[in-house]
C-alpha cells in the first residue's frame, strides 16, 4: 500500500465547519439556562413587577391623561350674626311717697324724765330693721311691735325712740300708728288685751341726721304711766358717716 493511501485512510471524522455549530449549540444552552434562571427567580418568585402596555389590533396604544373636571365652586356662606336682644332697663326704685314718712315730734310731757332704767314690763320685738337707700332717700324701715304686759294695748300710745347709745339721750321721738294688719303673733290671754294693736311700721327718714351712732328704742305712755325698752342687746342698729347711712350687721 502506498503512502497516499495511507493518508486517506487518515481523514478527520470532524466534518469541515462543525466547530463552529458546536460553540453555538454551548453558547444557546447557556442562554437557555440564564433565561430559564431568571424565569424562576423574577417571575415565580414574584419580585419583579411587568407592566405590559396594552396594545389594540393597529397600533399601540398611547396612555390617555384623564380628564379631571373643574372643582365646582361651593359658596360660603357668612354667619349671621344673631340679634342681641336689648338690655332690659334697671328697675327704677320707687321713692316712698312723703305721707307713709314718721314725722319727728317734740318730746310729749309723759316721756320727760323717761325712768333711767328700760321695764322688763314692756314686751317687744323688732321684726324688720332695714334700708332703703334709692331715689335720693335715706329712709330706715322699722317694723314690730310693743305693749305693755298685762294692759290694753288699744289705749297704749307707742314711740320709736332714737337713742345715742354712748350718753343714752333721746335724740328724736317718732309717734307710732297700729298696724292691725301687720299682727301675725299669738300671745297668752293673759299678757294683755287688744294686742294686734301692739303690732306697727314706720318709716323713718334719717338723711337729715348729723353723724353718729344710733339705737332704735320703744316707749309706751299707758294711763299716765310711761316705760321704755330696748328691741334686743345690740350696741348700735345704724349710723350716719357724712351723710352716709349704714346698717349695724
Not at 447557556?30 to 419580585?47: D, N, R, S
Not at 318730746?107 to 321684726?127: M, N, Q, S, T, Y
Not at 288685751?193 to 353718729?212: C, E, K, T, W, Y
Request: aromatic residues 8%.
Amino acid at each position: 500500500m502506498s503512502r497516499g493511501n495511507r493518508k486517506k485512510k487518515r481523514r478527520s471524522i470532524i466534518r469541515p465547519g462543525a466547530g463552529g455549530a458546536i460553540l453555538r449549540f454551548l453558547i444557546g444552552v447557556v442562554l437557555l439556562i440564564a433565561v430559564c434562571g431568571f424565569f424562576y427567580l423574577f417571575i415565580l418568585q414574584g419580585t419583579v413587577n411587568i407592566t405590559l402596555p396594552i396594545q389594540d389590533g393597529s397600533a399601540s396604544a398611547e396612555p390617555t391623561a384623564q380628564v379631571t373636571a373643574a372643582p365646582t365652586a361651593v359658596p360660603t356662606i357668612e354667619p349671621t350674626a344673631a340679634a342681641t336682644a336689648a338690655p332690659s332697663p334697671e328697675p327704677t326704685a320707687t321713692p316712698i311717697p312723703p305721707e307713709e314718712m314718721a314725722q319727728a315730734a317734740q318730746l310729749p310731757d309723759g316721756l320727760i324724765g323717761l325712768p333711767e332704767l328700760p321695764d322688763a314690763r314692756v314686751k317687744l320685738g323688732l321684726k324688720e330693721l332695714n334700708l332703703f337707700d334709692a331715689a335720693g332717700q335715706s329712709v330706715i324701715i322699722v317694723r314690730g311691735y310693743a305693749f305693755i304686759e298685762g294692759q290694753d294695748a288699744a289705749q297704749s300710745q307707742g314711740y320709736i325712740l332714737l337713742t345715742d347709745p354712748t350718753s343714752g339721750a333721746t335724740l328724736n321721738v317718732y309717734p307710732v300708728s297700729p298696724r292691725t294688719e301687720d299682727a301675725d303673733l299669738s300671745f297668752d290671754e293673759t299678757a294683755g288685751a287688744n294686742l294686734d294693736q301692739a303690732f306697727f311700721r314706720m318709716s323713718i327718714d334719717v338723711s337729715g341726721l348729723p353723724d353718729g351712732y344710733y339705737i332704735v328704742c320703744m316707749a309706751l305712755e299707758n294711763g299716765g304711766r310711761t316705760a321704755w325698752n330696748y328691741f334686743d342687746d345690740s350696741m348700735y342698729h345704724f349710723r350716719v358717716d357724712h351723710g352716709l347711712v349704714m346698717l349695724f350687721e
